[in-house]
């Protein structure tokens, strides 16, 4: 990996400098520079981070719902059209935590979805294991305040919980998701959902929760409750929204009634255009293929086109009531004169949540939990006690020009939306340039000019982060941080892929699409794609270009063989 040199200061640091020189002139004594400097604060982080957020799914990177206040953000700022995470939820956030790939952070796979040959095996913890130096661990000691609210899904127990890995005040839902309301749904079986405040495990939810809102409100408290100390916090705000059960309020839900009766097939189309014109993707992009379980609108009969479209409304008004809460939460900031100082870095953790209820987790016994748990008359919709998500033809739109979504290495699975704001660097840009989430935790710490503590951190030995700091990029120094040669790999449950440079392999499932039970090595085939000329992965060059497939096999074999890759011996999950 190209090594790329610090940043001698950072432009903020260079100004105050230079106002320390003026004011105080060249013969000043050096004490009296430090205490100038002293008394300079560092830039405040707030790290956001959406759940199952599609590439087009806010109103920046194409979609038609109303997003002004990401808009706003990202349009003054740095809007990232390049920027890769893991194919689920988990393995993301322990490689934003850690700048380190998952399978050495813990998350080679999913919590208890670990294979027997997987199982007890150093990368496969199922929580942010302690070979790494958390971010939030490491601001804290580096005079830093570490709030935490929303989704963790990086350990369940007090040991491995948020405030164990550095946070000092934090409310977090421990699982991979919930219900958005107080009766704690759970997504899986009938135990109501985890959450942990402050390390302590609690039994009940306020009354009036609603997920994106609650920890809007609680992060805004923790800000507070320390901001006369003039210290920098590190604000890590993870929303579970619009991660399925499909919830809002019914206020919010009614704003977008009838918008997307035309169907998702419209909702494709509108959308591509869209992310066309706004310079996204070339004009003469291609379609992503629609899938062979995919069913064209006109074959739905109208009670079938009532019900798919309000489940569409509920996810719109999920994102839009996102976009609301942080603009409180921006807000917020400039009134109490933080705004200026603060970095603020947006991503989703993965592609658009796609697959189809009937056959994705049939093994989970969801099937079992819609009969008993919920309410699915059409005016129940969208309440606490709904259980839905919206499948792979709204995904489709959900994802745009990319292949698959959600669990798949391919394009729609591992390219998410994502852009930085800092009045330092904010140039109203989009940057194409690479950019890997492993990437993020560098550049937090080059921002705030602390240095990774190295091979030994607490007494125990860590690993080495692997990420480059986007600083140069984001600071408009340079135009790509990583080579043209620079390889990233990817694995989920035997789902593979790596790039290198504009070369990509993956592997997925053929034949019946979502037949994963079946022996890998009898249902997986490798394909080869160029992303320049084929960024939708619509043309296989495996047989066509063979020492290219070979030299990219090579890579892969490097990537699994440096991260400690075990690909499962069976397949459980997406």
């Given at each position: 990996m190209e090594s790329i040199p610090k940043l001698n200061t950072q432009k903020l640091w260079f100004i105050f400098s230079l106002l320390c020189f003026l004011l105080i002139g060249c013969s000043a004594e050096n004490e009296k520079k430090t205490v100038f400097m002293d008394s300079i604060k560092k830039p405040n982080i707030l790290l956001i981070v959406v759940d199952d957020l599609g590439y087009t799914d806010i109103g920046v990177f194409g979609s038609e719902i109303a997003t002004p206040n990401l808009d706003a953000l990202a349009n003054a700022g740095m809007t990232l059209t390049n920027y890769y995470v893991a194919p689920t939820c988990s393995p993301t956030r322990a490689m934003l935590l850690s700048g380190i790939d998952n399978h050495l952070a813990g998350m080679g796979t999913m919590?208890?979805?670990?294979?027997?040959?997987?199982?007890?095996?150093?990368?496969?913890?199922?929580?942010?294991?302690?070979q790494v130096a958390a971010l939030p661990n490491i601001l804290k000691d580096n005079g830093y305040h570490t709030y935490m609210t929303g989704k963790w899904h990086l350990g369940y127990e007090e040991e491995t919980s948020p405030t164990a890995r550095g946070f000092e005040r934090s409310f977090a839902l421990l699982a991979g998701g919930a219900g958005h309301f107080s009766n704690m749904m759970s997504i899986l079986g009938s135990n109501k959902a985890p959450y942990r405040e402050d390390g302590d495990l609690i039994k009940t939810l306020p009354n009036d929760f609603y997920s994106t809102k609650f920890y809007t409100n609680k992060m805004i408290e923790y800000i507070d409750s320390n901001h006369q100390d003039n210290k920098p916090f590190f604000g890590y705000l993870a929303y579970s929204a619009p991660h399925w059960p499909l919830q809002a309020p019914a206020e919010s839900i009614e704003k977008h009634v009838g918008k997307y009766d035309a169907g998702y097939e419209v909702l494709y189309q509108q959308r591509m255009a869209k992310i066309k014109a706004l310079g996204l993707i070339d004009q003469d992009m291609p379609d992503a293929l629609s899938l062979p379980e995919d069913k064209a609108w006109n074959e739905l009969n109208d009670d079938e086109k009532k019900r798919s479209s309000k489940v569409m409304e509920i996810y719109a008004a999920m994102v839009s009531d996102l976009d609301l809460y942080i603009g409180k939460l921006i807000n917020h900031l400039k009134d109490i004169g933080e705004f200026e100082n603060t970095f603020i870095f947006f991503m989703s953790d993965n592609g658009a949540e796609g697959h189809p209820l009937d056959q994705s987790f049939a093994e989970y016994g969801i099937a079992n939990k819609l009969a008993t748990c919920c309410d699915h008359s059409y005016e129940n919709m969208g309440n606490a006690n709904s259980y839905l998500w919206y499948g792979p033809e709204w995904a489709r739109a959900g994802v745009g020009p990319w292949r698959r979504?959600?669990?798949?290495?391919?394009e729609g699975g591992i390219r998410?939306?994502?852009?930085?704001?800092?009045?330092?660097?904010?140039?109203?840009?989009?940057?194409?340039?690479?950019?890997?989430?492993?990437d993020v935790m560098p550049t937090l710490l080059e921002l705030a000019d602390i240095d990774h503590p190295g091979s030994i951190y607490k007494g125990r030995a860590v690993l080495a982060?692997?990420?480059?700091?986007?600083l140069p990029l984001l600071s408009g120094e340079v135009e790509n941080i990583h080579d043209k040669d620079h390889v990233e790999g990817w694995e989920l449950f035997g789902k593979t892929a790596v790039r290198k440079g504009d070369w990509k392999i993956i592997q997925e499932p053929k034949g019946e699409f979502f037949s994963w039970q079946t022996p890998l090595a009898d249902n997986y085939d490798w394909q080869l794609f160029n992303l320049v000329e084929d960024p939708s992965e619509l043309n296989n060059l495996a047989s066509t270009q063979p020492e290219k497939m070979q030299e990219m096999l090579t890579a892969w074999q490097s990537y699994k063989e440096d991260n400690g890759v075990i690909i499962p011996e069976s397949v459980m999950g997406f």
């Open positions: 919590y208890n979805e670990q294979s027997e040959n997987q199982k007890n095996k150093p990368g496969y913890e199922g929580y942010l294991n302690f979504f959600k669990g798949f290495t391919s998410a939306p994502a852009f930085a704001h800092y009045p330092s660097f904010n140039d109203a840009s989009i940057k194409d340039g690479l950019i890997h989430v492993k982060m692997q990420g480059s700091s986007i």
